[in-house]
């Protein structure tokens, strides 16, 4: 049986919904079991789901609940949130957007842009005081490591589908694993993202040269910071050779490598 099709799920999330008259399954929130749009008699709600078994899917749900209320200048708000012994979940505000257009000629990179400088000025949340940015350290020497460090709270899952543009306003969606880390670490992902997309590496910096994370950085610190992205990134696509996005996403990242050296 389809997670999507598991009567205890939705048994359980019923108090919060009402009737629930239609479930239409998404592809947002990919590390979640469960991701749908639900028509129900107290209106629209955004439902992501997983096991309530121990692991990664389970500790980004949590971590996703508790940054919400701190993330809300941004993103959707979290109407509320279930558990039992085999489900938990999330029940969030829908939100009328579509993904962001990355390419060069798109008329979304201001409003891009703005959504990952007003991530970079959110406060930290005292929760987030454990959630240290450590992924891309063992892409890096001990004394490189260091200069990812800060007290900047990071999105990280930067990307054109967790980036929404509505009428007058754009969100960050999908806070699965929310850090902190040195401000300029957001604007970077970005970079690697629209090269990606089809702009040059001198393209992508100028963009990110809107955000003062990245104006502020030291350059030392944003060599060593693609080096280990494109490192990163090249591990990722050797491991699974059939994801050609992967591949993409490792090219890129080593365009803006490349780019640094000259």
Not at 84 to 103: H, K, N, P, Q, Y
Not at 176 to 188: C, N, R
Request: negative net charge; proline residues 6%.
């Amino acid at each position: 049986m389809s997670p999507i099709d598991n009567e205890a799920l939705w048994t359980l999330v019923r108090p919060y919904t009402g009737e629930q008259h239609e479930v239409q399954p998404t592809t947002r929130g990919n590390g979640s079991d469960v991701t749908a749009l639900v028509n129900c008699d107290d209106g629209p709600v955004f439902v992501k789901a997983c096991r309530n078994s121990p692991g990664g899917r389970r500790a980004s749900i949590i971590r996703e609940r508790l940054v919400n209320p701190y993330v809300r200048p941004v993103s959707p708000a979290l109407q509320w949130h279930a558990a039992d012994d085999e489900w938990i979940a999330l029940g969030f505000e829908v939100i009328e957007g579509r993904s962001s257009d990355f390419t060069p000629e798109s008329r979304d990179l201001p409003d891009v842009v703005g959504i990952v400088e007003q991530i970079g000025e959110l406060p930290l949340p005292g929760k987030a005081d454990e959630w240290q940015e450590t992924r891309w350290d063992r892409f890096a020497d001990e004394a490189d490591a260091q200069l990812f460090r800060g007290k900047t709270l990071l999105f990280t899952d930067i990307n054109p589908d967790n980036l929404m543009i509505g009428y007058g306003r754009a969100w960050a969606v999908d806070w699965s694993w929310p850090t902190h880390g040195a401000a300029f670490i957001d604007p970077s992902c970005l970079i690697v993202q629209l090269i990606a997309a089809g702009h040059t590496p001198e393209s992508a910096e100028y963009w990110a040269g809107s955000c003062k994370g990245w104006t502020d950085a030291d350059t030392r610190a944003i060599d060593a910071f693609a080096a280990a992205t494109a490192l990163m990134n090249r591990a990722f696509a050797e491991r699974n050779p059939d994801a050609a996005w992967l591949g993409a996403m490792a090219d890129a990242a080593q365009a803006w490598v490349d780019h640094r050296k000259r």
